[in-house]
Every structure is written in structure tokens, then in C-alpha cells.
């Protein structure tokens, strides 16, 4: 399956701009690309844990199975959340934004609760620091946020 899969479409064509506003009818504004933003937060601790990417299919998989589908633009593929690693993501409540061109995707997640292939929580474990002259040298720092699990004995490497 690829992000311009030919299917019939799944969703309403985005209608007049207050249909899209205060309308009731779900019609996602995907981009040039086919794809919308996914902000992913835990369920209990309201933390952002991802920023995903959704096409339509990844989309309506998730509305469907309650379950995190993505689409993955390193790998141009469609990917359900946990597969691999046995952290998948069970929806609890998805809310789509005012112009309908991104979602908010509230979720548990399986096992060690982790979200971040790097066996981490969330994917948002490193701080910049504001203030500073930005300079090829401007250096992070680690929130704390350590790994749940060894990624290379899930995924390899």
C-alpha cells in the first residue's frame, strides 16, 4: 500500500470553510503530501509522547481499530504502532483541530508504556535551550527521561 493508494476515499472532501469549522462531518485537510500531523499524548499524564504522521489509510485504521497507525515518510510505509516492540497504542480519545489538518490522539500504551523507538517514554527526551546564539555547536540536554527497554534487542542492530 502506498500513501497515494487509489481507494475509493474514506473521508468527506473538506466542504466550505465553516462546514470544515463547525460543521460536524470529519473531512481531514491531508497535505500536498497526503499526510496530516498526529500529536500524540498520554492518556493519564496529558505528556506529548509523538509527533506522528498520518495519510488517510493510517488514519482510518485508527479510527477503526482504536490502535496508533502511522505513516512512516523515512520508510514510505504504513505502520501500526507496537508491532514490532509490543508497546502499542490503544486510542482513547482522538480530536481533530479547528481546519480539520491535524489530530490529537490521546493514548495507553501497552507494556513498558514506551513510545519512542529509542525505548524511551516519549520522543521529546532532549531540552534546546532558549536564549542562546544559535551556533552549529548549540548543545541539548537529556531531560531524565531514560530507557524502558534495550531497542536493539527489539528492533536490532
Known amino acids: 500500500m502506498t500513501m ?3 481507494t475509493p476515499p474514506r473521508f468527506a472532501t473538506p466542504g466550505s470553510h465553516a462546514e470544515v469549522e463547525e460543521g460536524t462531518t470529519l473531512m481531514p485537510r491531508f497535505g ?24 488517510a489509510e ?38 481533530i483541530d479547528c481546519d480539520q489538518d491535524a489530530v490529537w490522539i490521546k ?7 514506551a513510545n519512542c523507538h529509542t525505548g524511551r517514554k516519549g520522543c521529546f527526551y532532549r531540552t534546546v535551550p532558549v536564549g542562546q546564539k544559535v551556533t552549529p555547536a548549540l548543545q541539548l540536554d537529556f531531560t531524565g527521561d531514560v530507557p524502558l527497554f534495550d531497542p536493539k534487542a527489539v528492533y536490532g542492530g
Do not use: C
Not at 497526503?34 to 509523538?50: K, R, S
Not at 481499530?65 to 482513547?92: C, D, F, I, N, P
Open 32 to 55: 500536498a503530501d497526503g499526510l496530516i500531523a498526529a500529536v500524540v499524548t498520554d492518556f493519564e499524564t496529558g505528556d506529548v509522547v509523538m509527533l506522528a504522521w498520518m495519510n
Open 107 to 113: 493514548v495507553s500504551t501497552a507494556g513498558t508504556g
Open 4 to 6: 497515494t493508494d487509489p
Open 58 to 95: 493510517a488514519l482510518a485504521r485508527t479510527i477503526e481499530t482504536g490502535e496508533g497507525w502511522y505513516w512512516s515518510r523515512s520508510r514510505q510505509e504504513l505502520w501500526h504502532k507496537g508491532a514490532t516492540s509490543g508497546h502499542a497504542q490503544t486510542v482513547r480519545e482522538l480530536r
